[in-house]
Protein backbone atom coordinates (compact mmCIF):
# COMPACT_ATOMS: atom_id res chain seq x y z
CA UNK A 1 0.00 0.00 0.00
CA UNK A 2 1.33 3.57 -0.78
CA UNK A 3 1.68 5.65 2.20
CA UNK A 4 1.10 9.01 1.47
CA UNK A 5 1.48 12.44 3.76
CA UNK A 6 -0.63 15.00 4.01
CA UNK A 7 1.43 17.26 1.85
CA UNK A 8 2.44 14.78 -0.66
CA UNK A 9 -1.62 14.61 -1.27
CA UNK A 10 -2.04 18.38 -1.60
CA UNK A 11 1.54 18.14 -4.25
CA UNK A 12 -0.36 15.52 -6.47
CA UNK A 13 -3.52 17.06 -6.10
CA UNK A 14 -2.32 20.30 -7.58
CA UNK A 15 0.69 18.74 -10.47
CA UNK A 16 -2.34 16.37 -11.28
CA UNK A 17 -5.20 19.27 -11.57
CA UNK A 18 -7.82 17.46 -9.31
CA UNK A 19 -10.91 19.50 -8.88
CA UNK A 20 -12.95 17.41 -7.22
CA UNK A 21 -12.27 14.75 -4.11
CA UNK A 22 -14.97 11.91 -3.83
CA UNK A 23 -14.99 11.07 0.54
CA UNK A 24 -15.83 7.52 -0.01
CA UNK A 25 -17.26 5.00 2.88
CA UNK A 26 -19.02 1.76 3.06
CA UNK A 27 -23.18 1.23 4.55
CA UNK A 28 -24.35 -2.00 6.09
CA UNK A 29 -25.04 -3.31 3.60
CA UNK A 30 -22.18 -3.05 1.11
CA UNK A 31 -23.02 -0.08 -0.63
CA UNK A 32 -20.41 2.46 -1.62
CA UNK A 33 -21.41 5.60 0.12
CA UNK A 34 -19.45 9.13 -1.20
CA UNK A 35 -19.53 12.73 -0.57
CA UNK A 36 -17.90 15.13 -2.67
CA UNK A 37 -16.14 18.17 -2.31
CA UNK A 38 -14.05 20.76 -4.63
CA UNK A 39 -10.51 20.30 -4.46
CA UNK A 40 -10.83 23.88 -2.05
CA UNK A 41 -12.51 21.75 1.27
CA UNK A 42 -9.02 19.55 0.93
CA UNK A 43 -7.18 20.97 3.81
CA UNK A 44 -10.35 20.65 6.08
CA UNK A 45 -11.55 16.76 5.12
CA UNK A 46 -7.40 15.90 5.85
CA UNK A 47 -8.12 17.86 9.20
CA UNK A 48 -11.26 15.13 9.97
CA UNK A 49 -13.58 18.28 9.58
CA UNK A 50 -15.92 16.77 7.04
CA UNK A 51 -19.40 16.05 8.73
CA UNK A 52 -22.24 14.19 7.21
CA UNK A 53 -25.78 13.48 8.37
CA UNK A 54 -25.57 9.54 9.61
CA UNK A 55 -29.49 9.43 9.43
CA UNK A 56 -29.28 9.46 6.25
CA UNK A 57 -27.23 6.15 5.49
CA UNK A 58 -28.46 2.51 5.95
CA UNK A 59 -27.95 1.12 9.19
CA UNK A 60 -25.88 4.12 10.91
CA UNK A 61 -27.70 5.97 13.56
CA UNK A 62 -31.37 7.66 14.43
CA UNK A 63 -32.04 11.28 12.93
CA UNK A 64 -31.72 12.95 16.34
CA UNK A 65 -27.92 11.91 16.42
CA UNK A 66 -27.04 12.15 12.87
CA UNK A 67 -23.99 14.29 12.79
CA UNK A 68 -20.94 11.62 11.83
CA UNK A 69 -17.59 12.85 10.68
CA UNK A 70 -15.64 11.28 7.77
CA UNK A 71 -11.76 10.40 8.48
CA UNK A 72 -9.98 9.88 5.50
CA UNK A 73 -7.20 7.35 5.24
CA UNK A 74 -4.76 9.18 3.33
CA UNK A 75 -2.78 5.65 1.81
CA UNK A 76 -6.45 5.11 -0.06
CA UNK A 77 -5.76 8.30 -2.37
CA UNK A 78 -6.03 7.67 -6.02
CA UNK A 79 -7.22 9.61 -9.13
CA UNK A 80 -9.75 7.53 -10.95
CA UNK A 81 -8.00 7.58 -14.51
CA UNK A 82 -11.12 7.89 -16.34
CA UNK A 83 -11.93 11.97 -15.36
CA UNK A 84 -11.20 14.16 -18.21
CA UNK A 85 -7.53 15.84 -17.92
CA UNK A 86 -8.89 19.52 -17.37
CA UNK A 87 -11.00 18.45 -13.96
CA UNK A 88 -9.79 15.21 -12.33
CA UNK A 89 -11.47 13.50 -9.79
CA UNK A 90 -9.29 11.64 -6.55
CA UNK A 91 -10.84 9.48 -3.68
CA UNK A 92 -9.93 8.20 -0.55
CA UNK A 93 -11.47 5.90 1.33
CA UNK A 94 -12.84 7.26 5.29
CA UNK A 95 -13.69 5.75 8.55
CA UNK A 96 -16.76 7.01 10.17
CA UNK A 97 -16.42 8.80 13.65
CA UNK A 98 -18.50 9.91 16.29
CA UNK A 99 -18.69 13.46 17.74
CA UNK A 100 -16.22 12.91 20.21
CA UNK A 101 -13.92 12.04 18.24
CA UNK A 102 -14.26 8.19 19.15
CA UNK A 103 -15.05 5.90 16.11
CA UNK A 104 -18.59 5.02 15.04
CA UNK A 105 -18.95 1.35 16.01
CA UNK A 106 -21.69 1.27 13.32
CA UNK A 107 -19.19 1.72 10.88
CA UNK A 108 -18.40 -1.68 8.70
CA UNK A 109 -14.67 -0.75 8.12
CA UNK A 110 -14.09 0.39 12.01
CA UNK A 111 -15.51 -3.10 12.99
CA UNK A 112 -13.25 -4.91 11.05
CA UNK A 113 -9.84 -2.81 12.41
CA UNK A 114 -11.51 -3.99 16.23
CA UNK A 115 -10.92 -7.98 14.73
CA UNK A 116 -7.96 -7.23 13.59
CA UNK A 117 -6.76 -5.94 16.85
CA UNK A 118 -8.07 -9.12 18.51
CA UNK A 119 -5.81 -11.20 15.90
CA UNK A 120 -2.82 -8.94 16.78
CA UNK A 121 -3.72 -10.02 20.13
CA UNK A 122 -2.84 -13.18 19.74
CA UNK A 123 0.13 -12.35 18.00
CA UNK A 124 -0.70 -12.56 14.05
CA UNK A 125 0.49 -9.15 12.44
CA UNK A 126 -1.36 -9.91 8.92
CA UNK A 127 -4.41 -11.20 8.03
CA UNK A 128 -4.37 -11.65 4.16
CA UNK A 129 -7.45 -12.19 1.81
CA UNK A 130 -7.00 -13.06 -1.94
CA UNK A 131 -10.35 -12.00 -3.36
CA UNK A 132 -11.94 -13.95 -6.57
CA UNK A 133 -14.89 -11.92 -7.25
CA UNK A 134 -17.12 -12.65 -10.29
CA UNK A 135 -19.93 -10.77 -11.87
CA UNK A 136 -22.00 -11.23 -15.28
CA UNK A 137 -22.35 -8.22 -18.26
CA UNK A 138 -25.61 -7.60 -19.31
CA UNK A 139 -26.90 -5.16 -22.31
CA UNK A 140 -29.09 -2.08 -21.71
CA UNK A 141 -32.05 -0.91 -23.15
CA UNK A 142 -31.98 2.44 -24.91
CA UNK A 143 -32.77 4.27 -21.65
CA UNK A 144 -29.80 2.23 -20.34
CA UNK A 145 -31.62 -0.15 -17.63
CA UNK A 146 -30.18 -3.03 -17.40
CA UNK A 147 -32.12 -5.79 -19.53
CA UNK A 148 -31.46 -10.04 -18.87
CA UNK A 149 -30.04 -9.99 -22.91
CA UNK A 150 -26.47 -11.21 -21.90
CA UNK A 151 -23.61 -9.93 -24.25
CA UNK A 152 -21.87 -13.12 -24.98
CA UNK A 153 -22.30 -17.04 -24.93
CA UNK A 154 -18.75 -17.68 -24.03
CA UNK A 155 -17.79 -20.10 -21.29
CA UNK A 156 -14.77 -20.80 -19.10
CA UNK A 157 -11.78 -19.29 -20.63
CA UNK A 158 -13.15 -19.13 -23.72
CA UNK A 159 -11.75 -16.03 -26.21
CA UNK A 160 -13.11 -13.55 -28.37
CA UNK A 161 -15.34 -13.60 -30.79
CA UNK A 162 -17.51 -15.86 -28.63
CA UNK A 163 -16.63 -13.59 -25.66
CA UNK A 164 -17.61 -10.83 -26.47
CA UNK A 165 -17.07 -9.29 -23.31
CA UNK A 166 -13.18 -9.22 -23.72
CA UNK A 167 -13.05 -5.87 -24.62
CA UNK A 168 -14.85 -4.48 -21.65
CA UNK A 169 -13.04 -6.61 -19.43
CA UNK A 170 -9.50 -5.90 -20.76
CA UNK A 171 -10.52 -2.07 -20.29
CA UNK A 172 -11.21 -2.81 -16.79
CA UNK A 173 -8.07 -4.38 -16.06
CA UNK A 174 -6.10 -1.57 -17.53
CA UNK A 175 -8.25 1.10 -15.40
CA UNK A 176 -7.35 -1.02 -12.21
CA UNK A 177 -3.65 -1.22 -13.20
CA UNK A 178 -3.26 2.27 -13.69
CA UNK A 179 -4.96 2.45 -10.00
CA UNK A 180 -2.25 0.14 -8.30
CA UNK A 181 -3.82 -3.10 -9.01
CA UNK A 182 -1.61 -6.01 -9.39
CA UNK A 183 -3.94 -8.40 -11.77
CA UNK A 184 -2.97 -11.78 -11.51
CA UNK A 185 -6.06 -12.94 -14.19
CA UNK A 186 -8.51 -11.88 -16.32
CA UNK A 187 -10.84 -14.83 -18.26
CA UNK A 188 -14.45 -15.44 -18.78
CA UNK A 189 -16.58 -18.03 -16.32
CA UNK A 190 -18.57 -20.50 -16.59
CA UNK A 191 -21.79 -19.20 -17.82
CA UNK A 192 -22.39 -16.90 -20.29
CA UNK A 193 -21.72 -13.29 -19.58
CA UNK A 194 -19.74 -14.08 -16.39
CA UNK A 195 -16.38 -13.21 -15.92
CA UNK A 196 -13.42 -13.00 -13.35
CA UNK A 197 -11.03 -10.38 -12.62
CA UNK A 198 -7.92 -11.98 -9.78
CA UNK A 199 -6.08 -9.23 -8.14
CA UNK A 200 -3.03 -9.93 -5.76
CA UNK A 201 -3.94 -10.41 -1.97
CA UNK A 202 -3.75 -7.64 0.28
CA UNK A 203 -3.79 -7.63 4.29
CA UNK A 204 -7.84 -7.60 4.80
CA UNK A 205 -8.22 -4.05 5.31
CA UNK A 206 -6.92 -3.04 1.88
CA UNK A 207 -8.11 -6.52 0.69
CA UNK A 208 -11.48 -4.89 1.67
CA UNK A 209 -10.72 -1.21 0.07
CA UNK A 210 -9.72 -3.41 -3.11
CA UNK A 211 -12.83 -4.90 -3.38
CA UNK A 212 -15.14 -1.85 -2.94
CA UNK A 213 -12.64 -0.02 -5.40
CA UNK A 214 -12.71 -2.86 -7.75
CA UNK A 215 -16.71 -3.02 -7.78
CA UNK A 216 -16.76 0.69 -8.82
CA UNK A 217 -14.47 -0.03 -11.56
CA UNK A 218 -16.23 -2.63 -12.99
CA UNK A 219 -19.56 -0.83 -13.13
CA UNK A 220 -18.29 2.46 -14.42
CA UNK A 221 -16.24 1.04 -17.61
CA UNK A 222 -19.08 -1.50 -18.11
CA UNK A 223 -21.49 1.75 -18.77
CA UNK A 224 -18.92 3.06 -21.14
CA UNK A 225 -19.33 0.17 -23.24
CA UNK A 226 -23.16 0.12 -23.36
CA UNK A 227 -22.94 -3.04 -20.70
CA UNK A 228 -24.78 -3.14 -17.07
CA UNK A 229 -22.14 -5.32 -14.55
CA UNK A 230 -24.13 -6.60 -11.46
CA UNK A 231 -22.47 -8.67 -8.69
CA UNK A 232 -26.00 -9.96 -8.09
CA UNK A 233 -24.91 -13.80 -7.20
CA UNK A 234 -27.87 -15.25 -8.79
CA UNK A 235 -29.22 -13.42 -11.79
CA UNK A 236 -30.13 -16.09 -14.27
CA UNK A 237 -32.06 -19.28 -13.83
CA UNK A 238 -29.74 -23.05 -14.64
CA UNK A 239 -26.13 -21.21 -14.82
CA UNK A 240 -23.78 -21.05 -12.25
CA UNK A 241 -23.82 -18.08 -10.30
CA UNK A 242 -21.38 -15.54 -9.10
CA UNK A 243 -18.97 -16.23 -6.23
CA UNK A 244 -16.45 -14.42 -4.38
CA UNK A 245 -13.95 -17.43 -3.32
CA UNK A 246 -11.70 -15.72 -0.03
CA UNK A 247 -8.28 -17.34 0.28
CA UNK A 248 -7.09 -16.29 3.61
CA UNK A 249 -4.08 -16.59 5.44
CA UNK A 250 -2.60 -15.39 8.52
CA UNK A 251 1.09 -14.35 8.88
CA UNK A 252 3.48 -13.55 11.80
CA UNK A 253 5.50 -10.41 9.76
CA UNK A 254 6.90 -12.50 6.79
CA UNK A 255 5.64 -16.09 8.03
CA UNK A 256 3.17 -17.30 6.64
CA UNK A 257 1.56 -19.05 9.77
CA UNK A 258 -0.44 -21.39 8.33
CA UNK A 259 2.73 -23.46 6.79
CA UNK A 260 4.55 -26.24 8.27
CA UNK A 261 6.63 -28.98 6.20
CA UNK A 262 7.46 -31.05 8.50
CA UNK A 263 3.13 -31.63 9.07
CA UNK A 264 0.75 -33.38 7.00
CA UNK A 265 -0.45 -31.53 3.90
CA UNK A 266 2.39 -29.06 5.14
CA UNK A 267 -0.38 -27.46 6.99
CA UNK A 268 0.42 -26.09 10.10
CA UNK A 269 -1.49 -26.57 13.72
CA UNK A 270 -2.87 -23.06 13.27
CA UNK A 271 -4.15 -23.40 10.45
CA UNK A 272 -5.76 -26.85 10.67
CA UNK A 273 -7.38 -25.31 13.85
CA UNK A 274 -8.18 -21.57 11.72
CA UNK A 275 -9.79 -24.29 9.32
CA UNK A 276 -11.67 -25.63 12.37
CA UNK A 277 -13.00 -22.71 13.43
CA UNK A 278 -14.79 -21.79 9.89
CA UNK A 279 -16.38 -24.61 9.62
CA UNK A 280 -17.79 -25.05 13.25
CA UNK A 281 -19.25 -21.45 12.48
CA UNK A 282 -20.33 -21.31 8.68
CA UNK A 283 -23.78 -22.23 9.04
CA UNK A 284 -23.92 -18.80 11.58
CA UNK A 285 -21.79 -16.27 9.26
CA UNK A 286 -23.31 -17.55 6.40
CA UNK A 287 -26.29 -14.84 6.88
CA UNK A 288 -23.16 -12.24 6.37
CA UNK A 289 -21.21 -13.84 3.84
CA UNK A 290 -24.28 -14.72 1.67
CA UNK A 291 -26.34 -11.41 2.87
CA UNK A 292 -29.35 -11.76 0.02
CA UNK A 293 -32.18 -13.58 -0.57
CA UNK A 294 -30.91 -14.07 -3.78
CA UNK A 295 -28.02 -15.48 -2.48
CA UNK A 296 -29.85 -18.75 -1.56
CA UNK A 297 -30.27 -19.64 -5.33
CA UNK A 298 -26.61 -19.91 -5.71
CA UNK A 299 -26.01 -21.84 -2.54
CA UNK A 300 -28.09 -25.00 -4.56
CA UNK A 301 -26.18 -28.26 -5.59
CA UNK A 302 -25.24 -28.02 -9.48
CA UNK A 303 -23.30 -25.08 -10.37
CA UNK A 304 -20.27 -25.29 -8.49
CA UNK A 305 -20.93 -23.66 -5.44
CA UNK A 306 -20.63 -24.93 -1.73
CA UNK A 307 -23.68 -26.21 -0.13
CA UNK A 308 -22.51 -28.70 2.33
CA UNK A 309 -19.64 -27.76 5.43
CA UNK A 310 -16.70 -29.93 4.70
CA UNK A 311 -13.45 -29.37 3.51
CA UNK A 312 -10.52 -31.18 1.20
CA UNK A 313 -7.24 -30.16 -0.49
CA UNK A 314 -8.36 -31.54 -3.49
CA UNK A 315 -11.75 -31.63 -3.98
CA UNK A 316 -14.10 -28.31 -4.86
CA UNK A 317 -17.57 -29.44 -4.00
CA UNK A 318 -17.22 -28.69 -0.12
CA UNK A 319 -17.22 -24.98 1.65
CA UNK A 320 -13.00 -25.55 2.08
CA UNK A 321 -10.55 -25.79 -0.08
CA UNK A 322 -6.67 -26.17 0.26
CA UNK A 323 -4.90 -24.73 -2.74
CA UNK A 324 -2.02 -26.76 -3.77
CA UNK A 325 0.11 -24.03 -3.27
CA UNK A 326 3.05 -23.45 -0.22
CA UNK A 327 5.12 -21.97 1.73
CA UNK A 328 4.23 -18.27 1.86
CA UNK A 329 1.06 -18.97 -0.51
CA UNK A 330 -0.48 -21.97 2.05
CA UNK A 331 -3.92 -20.54 2.26
CA UNK A 332 -7.61 -21.59 3.12
CA UNK A 333 -10.13 -20.99 0.04
CA UNK A 334 -14.17 -20.19 1.50
CA UNK A 335 -16.02 -20.78 -1.40
CA UNK A 336 -19.11 -20.02 -0.04
CA UNK A 337 -19.18 -16.37 0.41
CA UNK A 338 -20.55 -14.08 -2.70
CA UNK A 339 -20.35 -10.65 -3.97
CA UNK A 340 -23.17 -9.30 -2.38
CA UNK A 341 -21.21 -9.33 1.17
CA UNK A 342 -19.96 -6.35 2.55
CA UNK A 343 -16.59 -7.41 2.17
CA UNK A 344 -16.23 -5.67 5.83
CA UNK A 345 -18.39 -7.07 7.64
CA UNK A 346 -17.57 -10.72 5.82
CA UNK A 347 -14.15 -10.04 7.04
CA UNK A 348 -14.67 -9.99 10.46
CA UNK A 349 -16.82 -12.97 10.56
CA UNK A 350 -14.14 -15.00 9.05
CA UNK A 351 -11.28 -13.99 11.03
CA UNK A 352 -13.60 -14.05 14.15
CA UNK A 353 -14.83 -17.43 13.38
CA UNK A 354 -10.94 -18.47 12.40
CA UNK A 355 -9.51 -17.36 15.42
CA UNK A 356 -11.71 -19.07 18.00
CA UNK A 357 -10.55 -21.89 16.35
CA UNK A 358 -7.49 -21.37 17.25
CA UNK A 359 -8.03 -19.94 20.71
CA UNK A 360 -9.67 -23.06 21.27
CA UNK A 361 -7.92 -25.60 19.68
CA UNK A 362 -11.16 -27.36 17.83
CA UNK A 363 -10.25 -30.02 16.16
CA UNK A 364 -10.22 -30.37 12.18
CA UNK A 365 -12.77 -32.91 10.92
CA UNK A 366 -11.48 -35.52 8.50
CA UNK A 367 -11.29 -34.05 4.83
CA UNK A 368 -13.92 -35.50 2.32
CA UNK A 369 -12.33 -35.96 -0.85
CA UNK A 370 -15.82 -37.31 -2.17
CA UNK A 371 -18.13 -35.04 -5.08
CA UNK A 372 -20.72 -34.42 -2.27
CA UNK A 373 -23.08 -33.61 -4.57
CA UNK A 374 -23.55 -37.27 -5.32
CA UNK A 375 -23.91 -38.64 -1.50
CA UNK A 376 -27.24 -39.04 -0.45
CA UNK A 377 -28.27 -37.92 2.54
CA UNK A 378 -27.34 -40.68 4.73
CA UNK A 379 -23.92 -40.54 3.67
CA UNK A 380 -23.54 -36.86 4.40
CA UNK A 381 -24.73 -37.77 7.71
CA UNK A 382 -22.53 -40.55 8.40
CA UNK A 383 -19.53 -38.34 7.57
CA UNK A 384 -20.65 -35.40 9.49
CA UNK A 385 -21.34 -33.11 7.04
CA UNK A 386 -24.09 -30.20 7.71
CA UNK A 387 -25.97 -28.08 4.80
CA UNK A 388 -25.44 -24.68 4.53
CA UNK A 389 -28.33 -22.46 5.18
CA UNK A 390 -30.83 -22.91 2.36
CA UNK A 391 -32.54 -19.24 2.56
CA UNK A 392 -31.83 -16.23 4.54
CA UNK A 393 -34.45 -17.11 6.99
CA UNK A 394 -32.68 -19.83 8.12
CA UNK A 395 -29.22 -17.98 8.30
CA UNK A 396 -30.11 -15.22 10.32
CA UNK A 397 -32.10 -18.05 12.46
CA UNK A 398 -28.43 -19.39 13.11
CA UNK A 399 -26.76 -16.41 13.48
CA UNK A 400 -28.51 -14.70 16.24
CA UNK A 401 -27.80 -18.00 17.95
CA UNK A 402 -24.07 -17.97 17.72
CA UNK A 403 -22.45 -15.84 20.33
CA UNK A 404 -19.02 -15.62 18.44
CA UNK A 405 -20.13 -14.16 14.94
CA UNK A 406 -22.73 -11.77 16.95
CA UNK A 407 -19.75 -10.95 18.88
CA UNK A 408 -17.70 -10.01 15.47
CA UNK A 409 -20.32 -7.52 14.53
CA UNK A 410 -20.95 -5.61 17.39
CA UNK A 411 -24.26 -4.51 19.13
CA UNK A 412 -25.26 -1.66 16.73
CA UNK A 413 -24.12 -3.85 13.24
CA UNK A 414 -26.14 -6.85 14.90
CA UNK A 415 -28.78 -5.33 15.55
CA UNK A 416 -29.31 -2.93 12.37
CA UNK A 417 -27.72 -5.83 9.91
CA UNK A 418 -30.98 -8.56 11.58
CA UNK A 419 -33.83 -6.07 11.16
CA UNK A 420 -32.71 -5.06 7.81
CA UNK A 421 -32.76 -8.35 6.69
CA UNK A 422 -35.64 -9.74 8.17
CA UNK A 423 -37.36 -7.03 6.21
CA UNK A 424 -35.81 -7.94 3.42
CA UNK A 425 -36.97 -11.94 3.78
CA UNK A 426 -40.79 -10.77 5.46
CA UNK A 427 -41.00 -8.63 1.51
CA UNK A 428 -39.91 -11.73 -0.38
CA UNK A 429 -42.07 -14.20 1.58
CA UNK A 430 -44.99 -12.07 0.92
CA UNK A 431 -44.28 -11.21 -2.27
CA UNK A 432 -46.03 -13.17 -5.42
CA UNK A 433 -44.27 -14.40 -8.04
CA UNK A 434 -44.16 -15.10 -11.46
CA UNK A 435 -43.26 -18.31 -11.30
CA UNK A 436 -46.21 -19.10 -8.99
CA UNK A 437 -48.37 -17.39 -11.67
CA UNK A 438 -47.37 -19.86 -14.09
CA UNK A 439 -47.72 -22.35 -11.95
CA UNK A 440 -51.01 -22.73 -10.20
CA UNK A 441 -53.21 -19.54 -11.73
CA UNK A 442 -54.64 -22.34 -14.95
CA UNK A 443 -54.14 -25.24 -12.45
CA UNK A 444 -56.78 -23.93 -10.00
Given amino acids: MAKYTKDDIFRIANEENVKYIRLQFTDLLGIIKNVEIPVSQLEKALGNKMMFDGSSIEGFVRIEESDMYLYPDLDTWVIFPWTPEKGKVARL ?21 RILKEMEALGFTHFNLGPEPEFFLFKVDEKGNPTLELNDNGGYFDLAPTDLGENCRRDIVLELEEMGFEI ?5 EVAPGQHEIDFKYADALKACDDI ?17 ATFMPKPLFGVNGSG ?13 AFYDPSSELQLSEVARHFLAGILKHATSFTAVTNPTVNSYKRLVPGYEAPCYVAWSARNRSPLIRIPASRGLSTRVE ?8 NPYLAMAVLLAAGLDGIKNKVAVPAPVDRNIYVMTKSEREKA ?3 DLPATLAEALDNLKTNEVICNALGQHLLEHFIEAKEIEWDMFR ?8 DQYMSVY
Fill in 93 to 113: ICDIYNPDGTPFEGDPRNNLK
Fill in 184 to 188: EASHH
Fill in 212 to 228: QTFKLVVKTIARKHGLH
Fill in 244 to 256: MHCNLSLFRGNEN
Fill in 334 to 341: VRSVDPAA
Fill in 384 to 386: GIV
Fill in 430 to 437: TQVHQWER
